[in-house]
């Protein structure tokens, strides 16, 4: 019985309290919520050739390299080179995309490319999306490539039947030789419409949980492998040919097509605070990389300033005005910031101490956020906490990925939490059961910890889950909120968790009283056997009643040598067992099996107690 009381307010619930995490893990980015179809667009990945295939149609011939004599630019060295001996019907390139591009009937994909050609090439380039055996679901044609410079080409393709795995085809009609860079296809179908996209089902999911705020872009991928490869926000906005590819830590590479600027402007679409995660100056050290040079500290810290300055700057400052150039002059209104991510330890701390410094001075209003490392990392993690009692942070992001039991046995962690240390954001959590799956009793146990951080919303300001999304053909890390693949999305039982409570999230918290049984209970129907009995009951009376047809085990004595239930005297009268008298009454399960089959029916009386069945 659950009893509130109206007049006993609690605590005044923040309204940021339920938000998003969003990593580029699991594919959640690229080959995920950023829409692009094409892996490698810039042939800036290691092995350059990656995603591509050369293609030979009819009595073609060719080849394909790549080069890098003539970039694009600076930040995009790498291009394709396609020399056609023989053109036979065609000869080119295919890029599958990630696991194939997904093509349906009547919808239109905008293609575009970087390209020119040399002297002796007169002839057309074809755009096709294609299945292997070469059927074509929807073409289009570019002709006079450019003989001089590189230059922008786009085309529209509409597909007129459908398939779930298509590839995009390029081929050139005439010999010669064809330079091709940034080779992108988007559906035309993507959220608000936007060009360079993101997967309108993938964010209406997102928007559906109603986060209050929106952390981006990670996670691990804030540090990245070691410092150089750490996340610089500066190289992920502006022009997309100019964006410097990164391959991350979760082992695949990122273009920056969704990038600073994408993840602000998402963060607006979804009604949340932009939560920017930055990296504090030193590699994570749970990987033991190298630290940097502590002079070069005011680099980072300059990244900071700079940050702010973009999100909320007048569109007079330097930063400001790139944020209009990119197409919104009106400002983010960033008001939280995160200083390193699962960072702890004395260079942690300096570093830390230099950012609030510098940050508060300039901008007091900016509420910044500490790392405490995850939970799983004991030691670091008490460490943490002891600093964190000298120091004035704002706010300090715990990280918790644990098992179901310990999210239960913490629906009460911050009860008695100190409220003169910072407020917490819960900034990565998920409950990790066996095989560490998605299932039922990891999302039950989160929602009871999650009654926790509401009652204790004072202290506790935001919390996520984590990690958001996971494409089920490139998984690093499970579980995840939101599953997909190209065509298909659904929600974990965790996600509806989410969804459940920041749609009802409330002003105030109101006192309540659980009582777990009534006086006199309800007939209560359920299986006998593990779990239902091994609790410690006391009961006056139990009677228990077969549901017609099944009958107590004959075992069912209080003197039977595989069960120690109910000591006392029982005795059967009108096909009930009924415990005349009462001993401890402490039933524990020892490994009688033929009970666990039974449906039974079981009325028990309750006279002290609150534990059980
Ligand atoms: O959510 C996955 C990873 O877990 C994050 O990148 C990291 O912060 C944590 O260890």
Redesign the pocket.
């Known amino acids: 019985t659950l009893e509130v009381d109206v007049d006993q307010e609690g605590v005044e619930i923040s309204p940021i309290l339920y938000g998003a995490?969003f990593?580029d893990?699991n594919y959640g980015a690229d080959g995920g919520l950023y829409a692009e179809q094409i892996k490698n667009r810039s042939l800036e990945y290691d092995k350059s050739l990656e995603g591509w295939s050369l293609v030979t149609k009819g009595s073609g011939k060719g080849k394909l390299s790549v080069d890098d004599n003539e970039p694009l630019n600076e930040n995009n060295q790498h291009y394709l080179e396609l020399n056609i001996k023989e053109s036979g019907d065609g000869v080119g390139i295919s890029n599958a995309g990630y696991w194939g591009i997904l093509v349906e009937e009547g919808k239109e994909y905008n293609f575009s490319m970087y390209a020119h050609a040399n002297d002796n090439f007169n002839g057309t380039i074809n755009v096709s999306l294609e299945d292997k055996a070469g059927t074509i679901y929807g073409q289009t044609q570019i002709k006079n490539i450019s003989k001089d410079d590189w230059k922008k080409y786009t085309a529209r393709i509409k597909a007129d039947k459908s398939i779930e795995s298509a590839k995009l085809v390029v081929t050139a009609s005439d010999t010669g030789t064809v330079f091709m860079d940034m080779v992108s296809l988007f559906p035309e179908d993507t959220w608000k419409n936007r060009e360079n996209g993101l997967r309108p089902d993938l964010v209406k999911m997102l928007d559906e949980i109603n986060p209050s705020f929106f952390r981006f872009p990670?996670?691990?991928?804030?540090e990245g492998i070691d410092l150089d490869n750490a996340y610089h926000w500066k190289e992920t906005i502006g022009d997309l040919a100019e964006r410097k590819v990164k391959y991350n830590?979760?082992g695949y590479y990122q273009s920056n097509g969704l990038g600073y600027h994408e993840y602000f402007q998402l963060s607006e679409d979804l009604g949340a605070e932009p939560l920017p995660i930055l990296p504090a100056g030193l590699s994570?050290q749970?990987r033991g990389a190298e630290l940097e040079d502590m002079d070069e500290i005011e680099h980072w810290i300059q990244d900071a300033l700079d940050l702010i300055e973009y999100a909320n700057g007048p569109v007079t400052s330097k930063w400001g005005a790139k944020r209009a150039e990119n197409g919104h002059p009106e400002p983010f209104n960033l008001k939280y910031l995160g200083v390193g991510?699962?960072n702890w330890g004395p260079e942690y701390y300096e570093r830390y101490e230099k950012f609030h410094e510098v940050l508060k001075a300039k901008y007091p209003e900016i509420k910044l956020i500490t790392s405490s490392g995850?939970m799983a990392f004991d030691y670091n993690y008490a460490r943490a906490w002891d600093w964190l009692k000298t120091q004035p942070a704002d706010i300090v992001d715990e990280?918790m990925?644990m098992p179901p039991e310990w999210f239960l046995d913490n629906a009460d962690r911050y009860d008695s939490y100190d409220r003169s240390m910072p407020q917490v954001f819960v900034?990565?959590y998920?409950a990790h059961g066996a095989g560490r799956r998605n299932n039922l009793e990891a999302a039950i146990a989160e929602a009871a910890f999650m009654t926790g951080l509401e009652r204790n919303s004072d202290v506790v300001v935001m919390a996520a889950y984590?990690?958001l999304f996971n494409n089920v053909n490139g998984t690093q890390?499970a579980p995840d909120l939101i599953w997909f693949n190209k065509s298909d999305v659904f929600g974990t039982p965790s996600y509806y968790v989410q969804k459940i409570f920041s749609q009802n999230v409330g002003d105030i918290t109101l006192a309540t009283n659980l009582s777990e049984y009534k006086e006199e209970s309800e007939d209560i129907t359920g299986l006998i056997g593990l779990g239902s009995w091994e609790t410690k009951v006391e009961f006056d009376q139990i009677e228990i009643t077969s549901d017609g047809k099944v009958l107590f085990s004959d075992d069912f004595n209080s003197n039977d040598a595989n069960w120690k239930v109910f000591d006392g005297d029982w005795k059967v009268e009108d096909g009930l067992y009924k415990q005349t008298s009462r001993k401890s009454n402490t039933a524990s399960y020892a490994g009688n099996t033929n009970w666990t089959n039974y449906t039974l029916k079981l009325k028990a009386r309750k006279i002290s107690g609150n534990e059980g069945v």
């Not at 990670?218 to 804030?222: F, Y």
């Open positions: 995490f990593e893990i990670g996670g691990c991928i804030v830590l979760w994570c749970a991510n699962e995850p990280h990925y900034g990565e998920a984590a990690p890390w």
